[in-house]
């Protein structure tokens, strides 16, 4: 092996050799979601041993009962007993006083021996599975980094990829040798044939997720983690409907919430193959960054609890003239006395044509409409990653989404574009602080989104959202329109209340208020998805990768190129004598 042909990349704490030739994957700007991914995995780490302690405290209490219940009953039963023995002598007796001393003794030694057994047993470090591995750099780095990690496999179906994993694997020393190992598999196949077997399943693919996912929420052990990537943002995000029906049983629409839409969609998908197995998932921690949406959900087993997957499931209905949408949960539960029935969900939500504007609605979904995040998981990982600052390479665009994370609505899915309500009505576009104020005046919640920095997620209905738009119009008169235009439709109707925009205390987020950075811009030029592995790098991909980048490889190509045509002359020249002078 010639080191010149190959370049040390370090990240975090592990080093890996790339190959001048893109023959083998490799994106820096993923170093977002490697991070994110760490981070997770040192939470989901230490949540586990919480777990796994609670449940042992509880086995103990109810171990602790039984014994006391078991004490009680002889006790009880001993002194039945004792007035027959008053015709007997002292030695019978004595025998029998001795009797229920030994039986509460025996039952005290025999039940915590048999549950403790049990109890006793050491957390084994978690298993991880990095399905698609590629130069292995995430895996190396879950094993450098990581406290308390325990093997770490890592699979890829091509030849270069698992050559360049284990070079990678030697090159990282003997703590990566003894935790990462590598394996020529198709990764679908080798998760059907572990099932239940890995405490945490990491996929990662260039594009599409959704034909894994299937092996994928079988891997998984009870209470265990799936990581998921998708980067195939066309689809998810309604340039291609049919497809993205087709992936992930969803169709989108082309809304300004389109990405957190996206994220919903994938997790309806991951929820929907873990339902086929008598399994559900609770989301820890949903991002949309950069170019892909990436998915923290944990996955468990359980019959009863997977009926009330249809309550958290929605479709949505998209006016096409306005920026109104509505939600229609799929399933409903009616309670009588103690027993629970699931009934199918009451509709339509919204008639024919919008009540804002009159325009028609196009449909969507299904969709997960309940919370993406666990905001107690975000704390942990914020506070976690605060903590260890100079370990994490883009610290800084991971704390900036986690704090924004941490200050959204976790129960009011998708969002609305202030400029989008404003484009509608051709109006001035009031500050994001005086339309916060003027919803937080009426009675009602909002916050930011991490997804849009103009998105803003509330719980108030569309028509008090246009009520104050019509009281600012008031205020900020605009040009006459056309009358059949969305926007005349809607000023055509009088406020139902009087909009308050003084401002409220509530207006600005606690990052805002504490000016902390949100919204960070990329750090270099051609931030972005990178070919695929294998191709050949050409003029074209200027726009993708930069042109240092493709002249750089171009050069490397024409001076490979050089070197074997001088090979070939020399072995030519040698084998024909009449060439030799």
């Given at each position: 092996?010639?080191?010149?042909?190959?370049?040390?990349?370090?990240?975090?704490?592990?080093?890996?050799?790339?190959?001048?030739?893109?023959?083998?994957?490799?994106?820096?700007?993923?170093?977002?979601?490697?991070?994110?991914?760490?981070?997770?995995?040192?939470?989901?780490i230490?949540?586990?041993?919480?777990?796994h302690?609670?449940?042992?405290?509880?086995?103990t209490?109810?171990?602790?009962?039984?014994?006391?219940?078991?004490?009680?009953?002889?006790?009880?039963?001993?002194?039945?007993?004792?007035?027959?023995?008053?015709?007997?002598?002292?030695?019978e007796r004595?025998m029998?006083?001795?009797?229920?001393?030994?039986?509460?003794?025996?039952v005290h030694?025999?039940?915590?021996?048999?549950t403790?057994?049990?109890?006793?047993?050491?957390l084994?470090?978690?298993?991880?599975?990095?399905?698609?591995?590629?130069?292995?750099?995430?895996?190396?780095?879950?094993?450098?980094?990581?406290?308390?990690?325990?093997?770490?496999?890592a699979?890829?179906?091509?030849?270069?990829?698992?050559?360049?994993?284990?070079?990678?694997?030697?090159?990282?020393?003997?703590?990566?040798?003894?935790?990462v190992?590598s394996?020529?598999?198709d990764?679908?196949?080798?998760?059907?044939?572990?099932?239940k077997e890995?405490?945490?399943?990491?996929?990662?693919?260039y594009?599409?997720?959704?034909?894994?996912?299937?092996?994928?929420?079988q891997?998984?052990v009870?209470?265990?983690?799936?990581?998921?990537?998708?980067?195939d943002?066309?689809?998810?995000?309604?340039?291609?409907?049919?497809?993205?029906?087709?992936?992930?049983?969803?169709?989108?629409?082309?809304?300004?919430?389109?990405?957190?839409?996206?994220?919903r969609?994938?997790?309806?998908?991951i929820?929907?193959?873990?339902?086929?197995?008598?399994?559900?998932i609770?989301?820890?921690?949903?991002v949309?960054?950069?170019?892909?949406?990436?998915?923290f959900v944990?996955?468990?087993?359980?019959?009863?609890?997977?009926?009330?997957?249809?309550?958290?499931?929605?479709?949505?209905?998209?006016?096409?003239g306005?920026?109104?949408?509505?939600?229609?949960?799929?399933?409903?539960?009616?309670?009588?006395?103690?027993s629970?029935?699931?009934?199918p969900?009451?509709?339509?939500?919204?008639?024919?044509?919008?009540?804002?504007?009159?325009?028609?609605f196009?449909?969507?979904?299904p969709?997960?409409?309940?919370?993406?995040?666990?905001?107690?998981?975000?704390?942990?990982?914020?506070?976690?990653?605060?903590?260890?600052?100079?370990?994490y390479p883009?610290?800084?665009?991971?704390?900036?989404?986690?704090?924004?994370?941490?200050?959204?609505?976790?129960?009011?899915?998708?969002?609305?574009?202030?400029?989008n309500?404003?484009?509608?009505?051709?109006?001035t576009?009031?500050?994001?602080?005086?339309f916060?104020?003027?919803?937080?005046?009426?009675g009602?919640r909002?916050?930011?989104?991490?997804?849009?920095?103009?998105?803003?997620?509330?719980?108030?209905?569309?028509d008090?959202?246009?009520?104050i738009?019509?009281?600012?119009?008031?205020?900020?008169?605009v040009?006459?329109?056309?009358?059949?235009?969305?926007?005349?439709?809607?000023?055509?109707k009088?406020?139902?209340?009087?909009?308050?925009f003084?401002?409220?205390?509530?207006?600005?987020?606690?990052a805002q208020?504490?000016?902390?950075?949100?919204?960070?811009p990329n750090?270099?030029?051609?931030?972005?998805?990178?070919?695929?592995?294998?191709?050949?790098?050409?003029?074209?991909?200027?726009?993708?990768?930069?042109p240092?980048?493709?002249?750089?490889?171009?050069?490397?190509?024409?001076?490979?190129d050089?070197e074997?045509?001088?090979?070939e002359a020399?072995r030519?020249?040698?084998?024909?004598?009449?060439?030799?002078?």
């Open positions: 092996m010639d080191l010149n042909d190959f370049k040390i990349i370090k990240e975090g704490e592990a080093e890996i050799l790339m190959h001048a030739k893109n023959e083998v994957f490799f994106n820096k700007t993923q170093v977002n979601n490697r991070d994110l991914s760490v981070a997770v995995l040192r939470s989901f230490e949540k586990r041993k919480l777990e302690e609670a449940f042992l405290t509880k086995r209490k109810s171990a602790e009962k039984v014994l006391e219940k078991n004490s009680e009953s002889v006790s009880e039963a001993a002194p039945n007993e004792l007035p027959m023995d008053d015709v007997k002598c002292n030695g004595e029998l006083d001795e009797t229920p001393q030994e039986e509460p003794c025996s030694e025999d039940i915590p021996e048999s403790n057994g049990k109890m006793k047993r050491e084994k470090p978690p298993r991880v599975l990095e399905a698609l591995s590629a130069s292995g750099l995430r895996a190396l780095r879950y094993a450098r980094e990581v406290e308390g990690i325990g093997q770490v496999v699979l890829d179906n091509d030849k270069a990829s698992v050559e360049a994993c284990r070079r990678n694997i030697k090159f990282n020393g003997s703590v990566a040798s003894s935790k190992e394996h020529l598999a990764a679908r196949v080798f998760m059907l044939t572990h099932p890995f405490d945490v399943v990491d996929l990662d693919p594009g599409s997720p959704s034909v894994f996912l299937d092996s994928a929420v891997s998984v009870d209470g265990g983690m799936l990581m998921c990537t998708a980067t943002m066309a689809v998810l995000c309604g340039g291609n409907g049919e497809v993205c029906y087709s992936k992930y049983g969803s169709y989108p629409l082309r809304g300004k919430y389109c990405h957190e839409m996206a994220l969609i994938l997790l309806a998908c929820e929907s193959h873990a339902n086929r197995y008598k399994r559900y609770v989301p820890v921690l949903s949309q960054m950069d170019f892909y949406i990436r998915v944990r996955i468990y087993t359980s019959a009863s609890a997977m009926k009330n997957t249809p309550l958290k499931l929605s479709y949505v209905y998209q006016c096409i306005c920026d109104s949408f509505h939600l229609q949960q799929i399933g409903r539960t009616v309670s009588k006395n103690n629970v029935r699931y009934l969900g009451f509709g339509p939500v919204v008639p024919q044509e919008c009540t804002d504007c009159g325009k028609k196009n449909m969507g979904g969709i997960w409409s309940a919370p993406i995040h666990d905001h107690e998981w975000v704390t942990s990982i914020l506070a976690d990653l605060k903590s260890m600052k100079d370990r883009a610290y800084d665009r991971i704390s900036a989404v986690l704090t924004t994370i941490s200050e959204e609505l976790p129960d009011i899915p998708l969002f609305l574009s202030l400029h309500l404003s484009a509608t009505l051709k109006c576009s009031p500050s994001a602080v005086i916060r104020s003027a919803v937080i005046n009426a009602y909002i916050s930011g989104t991490h997804v849009n920095p103009l998105g803003l997620k509330t719980d108030a209905p569309m008090v959202i246009w009520d738009m019509r009281c600012w119009v008031k205020s900020h008169p040009k006459e329109q056309p009358p059949d235009q969305s926007g005349s439709v809607i000023l055509a009088e406020p139902a209340f009087q909009a308050n003084a401002r409220a205390v509530a207006s600005l987020s606690k208020a504490k000016k902390v950075a949100r919204f960070l750090p270099e030029r051609h931030w972005g998805p990178k070919l695929r592995a294998g191709r050949q790098i050409t003029s074209k991909h200027i726009s993708l990768l930069g240092e980048a493709v002249n750089g490889s171009l050069k490397h190509d024409d001076d490979v050089d074997e045509a001088q090979g020399k030519q020249k040698t084998a024909d004598p009449t060439l030799v002078s």
